[in-house]
């Protein structure tokens, strides 16, 4: 064989060896990802079932002996482990609050749950949540909403929470770092607002962005005193229904100086 030919010989081999290998280390790579979110998988199914049974015992308090299909679906979906520090995601799918830093914390996803279903979100709903942390809740309503606004008073923590959610594709969130207690009047008005930390008492300025028709979650209290998950509701005609849920302990919602609103 001609050296000529045996170069091109050899040539034509080794573009088909790197061919193939660039053909297979994408299908590798996305195995390997895939088997690592499949990791999750029976952790969020474990979660979602506990959901199930504690709505059922806390169904003469809340008015709900089940969560709606989507709500549930949605927590089944969302991964949270990827709203957590490092350090915490082996208790990522635990039914418990955890701390995600600078004092705040992701809340236990019952409650999560509960809030979520209190809102009755529906395709095409514009959302407010005031409090975004780690941004969980917030993916968990852009699953059921057209729209989410979001604030953070923490400013690093809405920087991270902005990237995250980006990350993992969640274009219909709008985030911003600012005083919550206020909202977000240029949005306004919204289908649904939800507090993730807690005042001492119901924000006027998110009542009056509420679209008729349009439901509030809030947990409301000191923590000394206690709390209480309301429901405000915003009747056609302007009335505002008030209910409380149950007790509950979050976060207080604060402003710049870090004092209870």
Not at 17 to 28: E, K, R
Not at 141 to 169: D, F, M, N
Not at 228 to 246: F, Q, T, V, W
Request: charged share 20%; proline share 7%; net charge positive.
């Amino acid at each position: 064989m001609g050296l000529m030919r045996k170069a091109l010989l050899m040539r034509g081999v080794w573009n088909c060896l790197v061919a193939l290998a660039g053909a297979l280390i994408p299908a590798a790579g996305g195995g390997m990802q895939a088997q690592a979110e499949d990791a999750y998988e029976p952790q969020r199914k474990r979660m979602v079932e506990e959901i199930a049974s504690l709505t059922r015992e806390t169904r003469f308090e809340t008015g709900r002996a089940a969560l709606g299909e989507p709500v549930m679906a949605a927590m089944a979906k969302v991964p949270r482990h990827e709203f957590v520090p490092a350090l915490e995601r082996r208790n990522a799918y635990a039914n418990r609050p955890l701390p995600i830093g600078m004092g705040q914390t992701i809340s236990q996803p019952f409650i999560v749950a509960l809030m979520t279903d209190l809102m009755q979100v529906k395709p095409g709903d514009r959302v407010l949540e005031i409090g975004t942390g780690s941004g969980y809740q917030a993916a968990l309503l852009a699953e059921l909403a057209s729209a989410v606004y979001t604030i953070e008073i923490v400013e690093p923590l809405a920087r991270e929470a902005a990237e995250r959610l980006k990350r993992l594709g969640y274009r219909n969130v709008v985030t911003k770092s600012g005083d919550g207690y206020q909202g977000w009047p240029e949005h306004a008005p919204f289908d649904a607002v939800m507090v993730t930390a807690a005042p001492r008492e119901v924000p006027q300025p998110l009542i009056d962005q509420l679209k008729p028709g349009g439901r509030l979650v809030v947990p409301v209290g000191g923590q000394a005193a206690g709390q209480s998950l309301l429901l405000i509701e915003k009747h056609p005609d302007g009335r505002i229904a008030r209910r409380n849920i149950l007790a509950v302990r979050f976060v207080p919602l604060t402003d710049k100086s870090g004092r209870q609103q």
